[in-house]
C-alpha cells in the first residue's frame, strides 16, 4: 500500500472521537474478515488496551484477549488484566534475567540498541553508532549519552522483545491468529514511522499487524473511558478535566514498573520516587535487588522521593 503522509495522519488525529470509532470499526471489521476471524487483541491491562479490547468485543466476542504476565506491571493493572482476559501467557525469562544476560533498559530503546552495538559489533558498526549517517548525522549515539559506552555494566533495548514480543510472537505461531495491537503513532518516534508506512492494518510487513488506535491520541483513550464509563485499572484514578484536555489524577503511565526508558524526562517525583511512595516492596526490589539503583546514581538522576511542600499536613 502506499505510504500516509504526516498531514493525513494529522487530519485523522484531528477527527472528533465519534468519527474515529467508527473508522477504527471499519479497520477491525477488514483484519476481521482478511484473515477470517483467527485474530487476537494484545491486551496489556493499561488504558489503551482496555479501550480496544471493548471495541472488538462489542463486534467480536468470541475473539480473545490474550495477556502476557510479565511480572513487571503495576500491581493494579495485572490484577485487572488477568481478570479480564481470556488467555494468560509467560515469557521464558525474567526480567532479571534479562538484565544479567542483555544489560538495563536506558536511556532510550534506541539510544540503548547503538550504545549496545557499539559495544558488541563490529569496527564499521562502532564508527556508525559514533558518527551517525551520514557523518554527523542521525543513527549513532547521542553526544549526551556517549560516556554511557564506558559505563561498568551494559545497556540493552532488547527486555521488550524477551518480555512481550517473543511471547506474543510465539503464541501467533502457535495458535494461527493475528494480532490486534493498541498502539498509536503519537506514542514515539518509531510507531510515528511505522504508522506513515503501514496505516492501521499492516497486510504487508513482515509481522503482520493491526493497530485501529494507531491515529488516536492519549485524550481519546480518556475521552473514550469518560464517555462508556468501561472499567479500566484502578492505578489512574480520576479521568479529570475539560473536553480535549483530560488527564488522570494517579499513574499517568503504566507499562513496566521498572523500565527506565525515559526516566530523564521525567519531572519529579519521577516514576522511581513516586514507587517509593506508593509500591514501597516493588521499590526496594528495584532499586536494590535488580541494581537500578546503582544506574540512577552513575547518570545523575534521583529515585529517593523528596516531599514538597503540598505532602505538609498542615496542623490547625
Request: hydrophobic share 30%; charged share 30%; glycine share 6%.
Amino acid at each position: 500500500m502506499s505510504r500516509i503522509t504526516p498531514q493525513v495522519l494529522k487530519q485523522r488525529q484531528d477527527l472528533p472521537l465519534e468519527l474515529k470509532v467508527v473508522r477504527t470499526k471499519q479497520k477491525i471489521r477488514d483484519w476481521y474478515e482478511h484473515w477470517q476471524g483467527d485474530v487476537y487483541v494484545s491486551f496489556l491491562g493499561g488504558k489503551d488496551s482496555t479501550v480496544l479490547v471493548d471495541i472488538v468485543k462489542e463486534m467480536y466476542p468470541e475473539v480473545p484477549a490474550v495477556f502476557c504476565d510479565t511480572g513487571l506491571e503495576y500491581p493494579e493493572v495485572r490484577e485487572f488484566a488477568i481478570e479480564n482476559a481470556d488467555e494468560v501467557i509467560k515469557p521464558n525469562m525474567n526480567f532479571k534475567q534479562v538484565i544479567e544476560e542483555y544489560g538495563y533498559p536506558f536511556p532510550s530503546k534506541e539510544q540503548a540498541l547503538y550504545i549496545r552495538q557499539y559495544r558488541h559489533s563490529t569496527e564499521k558498526m562502532r564508527k556508525l553508532r559514533w558518527e551517525g549517517y551520514p557523518p554527523n548525522g542521525r543513527f549513532c549515539i547521542a553526544k549526551r549519552w556517549r560516556y554511557l559506552v564506558d559505563a561498568p555494566f551494559e545497556f540493552s533495548e532488547q527486555c521488550c522483545d524477551v518480555m512481550k514480543k517473543r511471547p506474543f510472537h510465539r503464541y501467533e505461531k502457535e495458535s494461527g491468529l493475528k494480532p490486534i495491537i493498541a498502539t498509536m503513532a503519537d506514542e514515539s518516534r518509531l510507531r510515528f514511522q511505522e504508522y506513515i508506512q503501514h496505516g492501521c492494518n499492516s497486510f504487508d510487513a513482515k509481522r503482520v499487524k493491526s493497530t485501529p488506535l494507531g491515529f488516536w491520541t492519549e485524550n481519546d483513550v480518556l475521552g473514550y473511558l469518560r464517555e462508556t464509563g468501561i472499567e479500566y485499572a484502578g492505578c489512574y484514578g480520576e479521568i479529570v478535566g475539560e473536553e480535549g484536555n483530560l488527564h488522570v489524577t494517579g499513574t499517568k503511565r503504566t507499562g513496566c514498573m521498572f523500565c527506565m526508558f525515559g526516566v530523564y524526562n521525567d519531572m519529579e517525583p519521577n516514576r522511581f520516587q513516586r514507587m517509593q511512595r506508593e509500591y514501597p516492596k516493588q521499590y526496594d526490589y528495584c532499586i536494590n535487588n535488580l541494581g537500578i539503583g546503582k544506574v540512577l546514581d552513575y547518570v545523575g538522576i534521583p529515585y529517593v522521593y523528596r516531599p514538597t511542600i503540598f505532602d505538609v499536613e498542615v496542623s490547625e
